[in-house]
């Protein structure tokens, strides 16, 4: 079956502009959630959805949002793009059963410049 | 809040041979999760492996195994003969039950394979 799929795969942004990031989760998957990845920081949780309602959220600040369709699709945000946005963000989706843990997608690498 | 910390930013082993990747854990839950991932250069997280709390038994999956000491908070990763597949970065992440549906992950470990 077909995987997490995020696009795009890369994706170069001048600061003040906006993004929008797109995750299809595993086929049945009802949970998406999405996590920041840079050198300094590692692996940073930003918010997770379910059928179509924010369930936690990570600490972030507000330019940072997301949505989940109810194809369980989900888009991430992000406004007025600050350098330090720069990063790889990682789009996961799971069945909701802690045991079994997230699938991920290869991820959005976002530069900007 | 739980935290994860693994202690070897880098770790290097011949191909074939045994290498064992450290993961400790902090959290005054009972009952959770624990996983290592692995992200290759292609930057896909992939699943390894995964352990349940209230399992004593120690999880296994073909060539990776882990030693899990829940009294000492410990999750290391055993990789039996290693192939030069195996080189990328190990993640240990850590899950609670219910409540809070996110992973928490440590910094990562670089394993490199060589030939």
């Known amino acids: 079956k077909a995987g997490v799929t995020q696009t795009p795969r890369y994706l170069i942004k001048t600061r003040g502009q906006q993004v929008t990031l797109s995750c299809s989760p595993i086929?049945?998957?009802?949970?998406v959630s999405w996590y920041q990845q840079t050198p300094g920081q590692g692996l940073q949780f930003l918010f997770e959805?379910?059928?179509?309602?924010?369930?936690n959220k990570g600490n972030f600040p507000g330019r940072f949002s997301g949505r989940q369709f109810s194809n369980s699709r989900s888009e991430m945000n992000v406004s007025t793009l600050e350098l330090g946005d720069s990063a790889l963000y990682l789009c996961?989706?799971?069945?909701?059963?802690?045991?079994?843990?997230?699938?991920f997608g290869s991820g959005t690498r976002l530069t900007v410049v | 809040a739980q935290t994860v910390t693994q202690s070897q930013p880098e770790m290097s082993v011949q191909e074939a041979e045994t290498v064992t990747l450290s993961c400790t854990y902090d959290?005054?839950?009972?009952?959770?999760?624990l996983f290592w991932y692995k992200q290759p250069p292609s930057r896909q997280m992939i699943l390894v492996i995964r352990?349940?709390?209230?399992?004593?038994q120690n999880a296994t999956e073909n060539r990776f195994s882990v030693n899990f000491q829940k009294a000492a908070k410990s999750f290391s990763l055993k990789i039996s003969d290693s192939q030069l597949g195996d080189t990328a970065m190990y993640f240990c992440?850590?899950?609670?039950?219910?409540?809070?549906?996110?992973?928490?992950f440590g910094k990562g470990t670089k394993l490199t394979v060589n030939p």
């Open positions: 996961a989706s799971s069945l909701a059963v802690p045991r079994d843990g997230y699938t």
């Open positions: 959805y379910f059928s179509e309602t924010q369930r």
């Open positions: 352990q349940e709390a209230y399992k004593q």
């Open positions: 992440a850590f899950r609670t039950q219910g409540g809070s549906e996110k992973l928490v």
């Open positions: 959290t005054s839950e009972n009952n959770y999760y």
């Open positions: 086929s049945g998957h009802r949970s």
